[in-house]
């Protein structure tokens, strides 16, 4: 093969890569990039049922309750105009509390409701989630 | 009196930051010798007087000063001295303290041991070193100053946070930073390659060590960072795609193709534009990485002392330090002499290969990652989770493993289609009979599972081909690094498709005395019982399991939930125990109303492989390097009768 030959072949041969991998992405994301939704954004606009999503915010005081099985729990999402319902089968994460942040993984129910398979809560116990920050009064830093 | 000292010694190291560059500057603009030869030294005070600076922060952090800020913000004096350590880089700005003196370190080690380089080339290079640093220390010196002052002094301070006090966690920060930073060298040398327009072999060779280095210590902070998140997290998982791993993960994909294609450079003298600019990818990448970790743009479960106020700082430095560099490629690349041809099937051909198919991986992790930054930017509120990466990604890295099952068997410039075929017989046909008797015996497995352990037997064998019938005396070292790294790859994908494909869970509300099975185990919640440690207290599960008959051999497992009060903060800490096939993983829960506990249980078939396997790639970095070197060492001489 020529020089001009391999190297014409050579940029076919990345632009192949290049697509076959962008289809693989733009298919992927297409069905499984998962919208992150906050209670407000709920309230305003209906999320789609049963696919795939984020749900972030606070966790409301008083609002933990763990079901007679052992291992379910049920507690209310909250921002600062919106609240959701969550169910949750599972250990939860270390630093997940009441008036904590929160990123539940899961999907929307029929109801209203929000089955989490994963709960995400930050590692570091200053953390709200930027989103929620943006629409609460900023967390103490230095008070000890 | 400390705290002053180590801020003048940061502001020194920075005014010879500025001298470096500017004395590299005009020496080789005005081909000065005096100032030339004085570059060097001044790289190593400048990597002295940052180390210096460091110390004196670790000082701080070990005698509990709160009249010191950042002490008492990140510390305790009531924690474990290896935390009070750990703790100075456990936070903002210790740990890009910690940055800018792994970079100041590493121009100091190039101006000292560095040998292969012509002199012009060398002084480039340590000016492009510095031109990094001078952005960091401005960074340090006006955003994020560890040294400031807290007045009056705290009585105790607020702690570190409890996930992060793990041994593993404690060096975690500097193995990966050695490995992040240490790739600005590539920049730099790539930089000042450009600069002289020397970009030969003897610039890859010379660059070579450095990127072996890096990357080195780059797999193994991945890998200890996986295994961290694996048993400290109780989540059972061991990567997350999150954002703040992808950080680490993109230039490591950058490196490992730079370091294949940098090997083309030196050997055969081809792919020289191409080996520059990913020289740039692979900087930009661990840049990009610092801003997704530092900033707090993202989501991310991992990201540990954010500040979205500095992230436009960092988004600064690296606007100028890219684009610059792009600047400079762009200007330069077209008088790069093109290098030597080569044939489609030859070894240059698979590296070929393997470069497009790492830099398709790349781009896919970087558009996932940065994907939801730009939905962001445009009022939608996205993530884009682990389905997306699996699926994207996925099937690339099994193409990826599948070429490197052919690539080492190439022959340099030319080979022949007949010889190959018969070289990769004995791999493909154990990829195919494994795949098969997989499918026969476990039946139902996802087809990347399938397709993954057919692929780590093949690329298991195929790995020894290279050493196969050779003298092992005589066999180079470098090959030696080449067949365990490879062979580590193996290994690693074993135990990912193995634990993704046949890991059993189960989650209970466990009652003691009860049993539950889990993969081959019978468990059973025997009690739980109060425990205590240096600065934490914990409610222990004591938890049997045994296989097969019942009167058989017991382990016991002490899953624990952690008390720390300061700051107050609960954490689950799993109890694993492995075994030759596997780790059986547990997680207490908290206790209802009833009195039972949930009790999380995983049986990981052939999990540990995946970090043993990062483990043997780092080893074979590691021995590719020592060859390297050695060889290295012989030519020596030469070199300096040339200075």
Do not use: C
């Amino acid at each position: 093969m020529k020089r001009k030959h391999q190297r014409l072949f050579l940029g076919l041969a990345a632009l192949v890569a290049i697509g076959g991998a962008s289809a693989l992405a733009l298919s992927a994301l297409q069905d499984q990039a998962a919208f992150f939704y906050t209670p407000s954004d709920v309230a305003t606009g209906k999320p789609e049922i049963g696919k795939a999503a984020r749900l972030g915010g606070m966790v409301e005081k008083g609002s933990l309750k763990h079901l007679p099985d052992g291992v379910t729990m049920r507690f209310v999402v909250a921002d600062a105009t919106a609240t959701v319902p969550v169910q949750f089968k599972g250990v939860a994460p270390d630093l997940f509390k009441e008036g904590s942040g929160v990123v539940a993984e899961g999907s929307f129910t029929g109801d209203g409701g929000f089955v989490a398979t994963n709960l995400l809560a930050k590692h570091d116990e200053r953390y709200m989630p930027p989103e929620i920050a943006a629409k609460m009064p900023a967390p103490e830093t230095l008070t000890k | 009196m400390i705290a002053e000292a180590g801020l003048a010694a940061l502001w020194f190291a920075a005014a010879l930051a500025l001298l470096q560059l500017a004395m590299a500057g005009l020496g080789l603009w005005l081909k000065q010798d005096e100032l030339i030869a004085a570059v060097r030294p001044v790289a190593i005070v400048q990597g002295l007087l940052a180390a210096l600076s460091f110390g004196l922060l670790v000082t701080l952090f070990l005698q509990s000063d709160m009249s010191v800020l950042l002490v008492a913000t990140n510390s305790h004096s009531a924690k474990p001295l290896l935390y009070k350590f750990a703790g100075a880089w456990g936070n903002h700005e210790g740990s890009m303290l910690l940055w800018v003196t792994v970079l100041a370190l590493a121009g100091a080690a190039i101006g000292l041991i560095e040998r292969k380089l012509d002199r012009a080339t060398l002084t480039a290079t340590l000016g492009a070193q510095a031109f990094i640093a001078i952005g960091f220390y401005a960074f340090l010196l006006t955003a994020s100053n560890p040294f400031a002052r807290l007045s009056p002094a705290a009585a105790d301070g607020m702690g570190l946070n409890p996930l992060l006090q793990d041994p593993g966690l404690a060096f975690h920060p500097p193995t990966l930073y050695f490995g992040y930073v240490g790739l600005s060298i590539a920049f730099s040398f790539a930089v000042g390659a450009m600069v002289t327009r020397e970009v030969g072999p003897v610039f890859a060779r010379a660059m070579r060590p450095w990127v072996l280095a890096a990357w080195v210590f780059l797999t193994i902070g991945i890998t200890a960072g996986s295994y961290w998140a694996y048993y400290e997290l109780g989540w059972g998982g061991w990567w997350f795609w999150d954002p703040v791993e992808n950080a680490s993960l993109m230039p490591w994909l950058a490196a490992t193709a730079l370091l294949h294609s940098v090997n083309v450079l030196a050997a055969r003298d081809g792919l020289r534009a191409w080996t520059l600019m990913l020289a740039v990818v692979v900087f930009s990448m661990s840049m990009v990485g610092t801003f997704l970790v530092r900033s707090g743009i993202l989501t991310s479960v991992h990201a540990f002392a954010v500040d979205p106020t500095r992230g436009s700082f960092i988004l600064v430095l690296l606007a100028i330090y890219i684009g610059g560099a792009l600047v400079l490629y762009g200007a330069r690349v077209g008088r790069v002499k093109a290098g030597q041809g080569f044939d489609l099937l030859s070894r240059e051909g698979g590296l070929v290969l393997n470069n497009l198919l790492l830099s398709v991986i790349l781009g896919i992790v970087l558009i996932g990652t940065l994907y939801p930054i730009l939905a962001q930017a445009m009022g939608q509120q996205l993530s884009v989770g682990p389905p997306f990466f699996n699926k994207a990604a996925g099937p690339i890295a099994l193409a990826l493993v599948a070429a490197m099952m052919v690539g080492p068997l190439l022959k340099w410039r030319r080979d022949d289609a007949n010889a190959l075929l018969g070289k990769i017989t004995v791999p493909v046909a154990v990829s195919a009979v494994t795949m098969a008797l997989t499918f026969v015996i476990a039946g139902s497995i996802g087809w990347m599972e399938l397709v993954g352990l057919g692929l780590a037997a093949g690329l298991a064998v195929a790995s020894f081909a290279p050493v196969w019938k050779r003298n092992p005396l005589r066999t180079p070292m470098f090959t030696w690094g080449m067949m365990v790294a490879h062979f580590g790859v193996a290994v690693s994908l074993a135990g990912m498709a193995a634990d993704s494909a046949f890991t059993s869970e189960r989650l209970v509300a466990a009652r003691y005395g009860q049993p539950y099975y889990v993969g081959p185990y019978r468990v059973v919640l025997n009690g739980v019982a109060p425990t205590i440690g240096e600065n934490w207290s914990a409610v222990e599960g004591r938890v049997t399991a045994s296989r097969g008959p019942v009167d058989g051999p017991m382990i016991l497992l002490r899953p624990q939930r952690r008390f720390y009060s300061s700051p107050p903060t609960d954490t689950a800490e799993a109890a694993i125990a492995t075994r030759v096939d596997g780790q059986l993983y547990a997680v207490l829960g908290t206790q209802d109303a009833e009195g039972r506990w949930q009790l999380r249980l995983w049986w990981k078939p052939f999990v540990t492989l995946i970090w043993f396997g990062g483990g043997l790639i780092a080893l074979g970095g590691a021995l590719s390097l020592i060859g390297r070197v050695r060889r290295a060492r012989r030519n020596v001489k030469r070199w300096e009768e040339a200075w």
